[in-house]
Structure formats: structure tokens, C-alpha cells
């Protein structure tokens, strides 16, 4: 059961990887646009930098959740490393439980903030502001389930290594 909740989560986090690179990428041809369009034709494009700012949501929140999962996002370990092997797993199991709170506080206030601003219109984009925020109460549940993924892979002995992605070397 773990190893087929390990391998789903491991595919959910290559895909919000993906995403993430996609948003950047968007982001990064919508900036260039924005900036061309005010230095070049002297008139910036009014949907850009919502557009730029939205897309930044999304991205950060999606990479933020698969850095839970692949263990690669940042955390200071020099205590852990310097305590017993059985401190260290506890330490672990129990800095995933923060994280796994961490992610229902974003999934619950998340929600609450999309649900609070659904009916505004962002006027440069003609699109509800809760739209914008949708991607922090999807990451905070992400977030919520890798961390307990982690942490139960922990409790059960599984050696539970931080990933070394390449992609960030």
C-alpha cells in the first residue's frame, strides 16, 4: 500500500515540478513582453504584471509541495545530524508533522481566502481574484499529504532519504 502511495506521490510531485517550470517559463515570456512593450512601443501591456504575479502563486505553491516530497526543500539539519540515529527519527517524524500542519493551515486559510475573494475581478484579466489563490489551499493539501506520507514512512523504518535531484545540482 505504501509503495503504490509512494510511487502515485512521486508522479504527483514530478508533474507539479512540470508545472512549475511552465509557470516560470510563462512568467518569464509575459515580463519580457511587459518589458518590451514599455521600453520599445512605449506602451506596456496592462494585463502583464497581474498575469505575472498570478502565475507566481501557482508556480512557488506547486514547487513548494514537491519540495516536501522530495525532501529537497530547505531545512537547517546540523542539530539533527548531530544527534543519535533515534533522536534523528523522531526529530524527522516530527518536523514532517509541523510541515503537515503547516500545509492544513494553508489548505484551510487558503480556502478561506479564495472563497473570500471569488467575486472580485482582477479588471486586467477579467478573472475572479480567488482564481489567483486557488493554488494555496491545492499545495497546502499536497503539502499535508506528502508530509504524512513521510512521516509514516519514518514511523514504519522505511529509509526515507532526501532526493538528489540532478535539476538542482
Known amino acids: ?13 514530478e508533474l507539479l515540478l512540470k508545472a512549475a517550470a511552465v509557470g516560470i517559463a510563462l512568467m518569464t515570456v509575459i515580463v519580457g513582453w511587459q518589458v518590451f ?7 506596456s501591456p496592462s494585463w502583464s504584471e497581474q498575469a ?15 519540495g516536501v516530497r522530495e525532501g529537497f526543500h530547505i531545512r537547517i539539519v546540523a542539530f539533527e545530524n548531530a544527534s543519535p540515529p533515534s533522536v ?13 500542519a503547516c500545509g492544513l493551515a494553508m489548505l484551510f486559510w487558503g480556502g478561506e481566502l479564495v472563497a473570500r475573494t471569488w467575486e472580485h475581478v482582477i479588471p486586467s484579466l477579467g478573472l475572479p481574484r480567488g482564481l489567483a489563490y486557488l493554488g494555496l489551499p491545492i499545495s497546502g493539501a499536497l ?12 514511523l514504519k523504518g522505511v529509509d526515507v532519504k532526501d532526493e538528489e535531484d540532478p535539476r538542482w545540482s
Do not use: D
Open 1 to 13: 500500500m505504501m509503495e503504490r502511495l509512494s510511487k502515485l506521490t512521486h508522479a504527483a510531485a
Open 143 to 154: 503539502i499535508f499529504l506528502f508530509s504524512l506520507e513521510r512521516a509514516l514512512e519514518e
Open 37 to 43: 512593450g514599455r521600453y520599445v512601443l512605449n506602451s
Open 52 to 66: 505575472s504575479l498570478t502565475l507566481m502563486i501557482w508556480y512557488v505553491s506547486f514547487a513548494a509541495a514537491a
Open 88 to 100: 534523528q527519527r523522531i526529530m524527522r517524524v516530527a518536523s514532517n508533522i509541523v510541515v503537515g
